[in-house]
């Protein structure tokens, strides 16, 4: 049985004063779990497919949850393929009530099948189709509706594990998930990384089309005749989201390939994939990874979320065993950074998704690694922020956003202290057991490195002051 071990929802007195609603949610249990792309119903409530297993060794099937717009589990169904896998990565929404995942059906004689699946906002079932692929493995895909209310699907697809027999599927369907037209592009070795519809044609982002750029953008007409190949600007080379901006420009987010993919940045590109604008934000003593589905929403033309891992572990990405952080930012349509937030206190989370919400603000999702009770596996985890990236309850105590982080912990020689733009200038202070100032300097820089090597080892209390306010606090232990 599922059990959910830390709900924390503020939205009473929150949306008698401004119509906003923010939560945190864990779900834990001794299942592998993992959410993909969800979808707001018309109500506020949310809807997310969850790839689940028993065990490492298990077949996996697919859950479907709702959440509440308070952050509880109100329903799940349960998607089992008795010979084999099945996944549902991306989710639509194509008329009232009516809802569409669009992944991939195992066979045991390893056929791949795309897999369309209808859902109304009970997580009834309605209808399912499955189309035969040419290869036995499916592992990249993303869907849009486009303008004609149709869904268009690019995947990469190959015969695992051997990714150099990797191939374009372009696949358009209907609403009811009948099939309109489908082509197999064999000239590059492509990894999809999304898709979007502008100017009378589809921008598909790729990795593989060409040696000499990290990625590529593909220009393909509506009758999926490939057109053009272009380089994907400032070196961006993974987990890439692009959105339309409007008829002329876009923009694109992702990892930055000339620092080790280690920077997330975001672009704001025109028609022929050139930069208008750019924000390119890292520490370069730790890693950021972009959401690692959808790492950017849009919720006005003035307010983009952008959405990543800070702190990740890349070579355990999804059981790393130290702290890291959902990392949370808010931009303007010229790419001027407003705020920068971190979410989750305990454990190494991973973020997944990002989706701009109705009320002005954005939920983030993605998993949670206990690296103390690794029994535990993958565990949901969900965080509903406001416009301002707070999660805010009755009293001021339970805003549970941090405007600023300071890690590692423990540390030995090092202490780094990230802080976002919005406290600009803030004090901080580490202060030894015996209520001695060690350490005190403002915060101008969003990193700043103090050396520790010469400080004693033992139990520290640091805090950080932002306009004669306490902020942050916490504790901090020094090992030699």
């Keep these: 049985m599922k059990i959910i071990i830390l709900t924390l929802i503020f939205c009473i007195s929150i949306i008698r004063s401004n119509g906003q609603c923010s939560f945190e949610l864990l779900v834990n249990n001794p299942y592998d779990e993992q959410p993909r792309d969800g979808l707001q119903l018309d109500n506020g409530d949310y809807i997310f497919p969850v790839i689940a297993r028993s065990d490492y060794d298990s077949n996996y099937y697919i859950k479907i949850i709702k959440l509440s717009v308070s952050g509880q589990v109100t329903g799940a169904i349960q998607i089992i393929n008795p010979n084999s896998d099945c996944f549902i990565y991306n989710t639509v929404k194509v008329g009232m009530n009516s809802f569409v995942g669009i992944g991939e059906w195992k066979e045991t004689d390893n056929d791949s099948w795309l897999w369309y699946i209808g859902f109304d906002s009970t997580l009834s079932i309605t209808w399912e189709k499955k189309y035969d692929i040419p290869h036995n493995w499916l592992f990249f895909i993303r869907s849009i509706v486009n303008n004609s209310g149709n869904i268009v699907s690019a ?54 089309y060409s040696p000499y750029s990290s990625a590529q953008v593909l220009e393909i007409d509506y009758n999926f005749n490939l057109l053009s ?112 937030k971190y979410y989750g206190n305990t454990g190494y989370n991973t973020l997944r998704s990002i989706m701009a919400t109705s009320d002005g603000g954005a939920i983030l999702s993605g998993e949670r690694y206990d690296y103390n009770y690794p029994d535990n596996k993958l565990d949901l985890y969900f965080v509903k922020v406001d416009s301002q990236g707070l999660i805010i309850g009755t009293n001021d105590d339970r805003i549970k956003a941090r405007n ?50 010469h400080l004693a080892q033992g139990l520290y209390t640091w805090r950080i002051v932002y306009q004669n306010e306490l902020i942050e606090w916490g504790k901090w232990v020094l090992v030699k």
């Design 155 to 208: 995947a990469s697809i190959a015969d695992l594990p051997n990714l150099s027999s990797s191939e374009l599927l372009l696949m358009e369907v209907t609403p009811s998930g009948d099939s309109i037209k489908e082509i197999v592009d064999n000239s590059g070795k492509p990894i999809v990384f999304d898709i979007i519809e502008i100017n009378s044609a589809y921008k598909v982002i790729a990795h593989g």
């Design 404 to 453: 600023a982080i300071v890690y590692p912990n423990p540390g030995k020689d090092l202490l780094i202290v990230e802080a976002g733009v919005q406290v600009k200038g803030a004090e901080f202070f580490l202060v030894d057991i015996n209520g001695k100032t060690v350490i005190h300097q403002q915060l101008f820089q969003p990193v700043t490195w103090f050396e520790t090597s």
């Design 229 to 340: 190949i272009d380089s994907v600007p400032h070196h961006l080379g993974n987990c890439i989201t692009a959105i339309k901006k409007n008829d002329t420009s876009y923009y694109i987010t992702g990892n930055n390939n000339m620092h080790t993919w280690d920077w997330v940045c975001t672009l704001l590109l025109n028609l022929d994939n050139d930069i208008i604008n750019s924000e390119c934000t890292g520490n370069i003593d730790t890693v950021d990874y972009a959401g690692f589905d959808q790492s950017m929403a849009i919720h006005s033309p003035d307010t983009i979320f952008i959405g990543g891992t800070h702190n990740i572990d890349l070579s355990h990405v999804y059981y790393g065993e130290y702290h890291s952080w959902y990392i949370l930012r808010s931009l303007d349509s010229m790419l001027n950074i407003r705020w920068t």
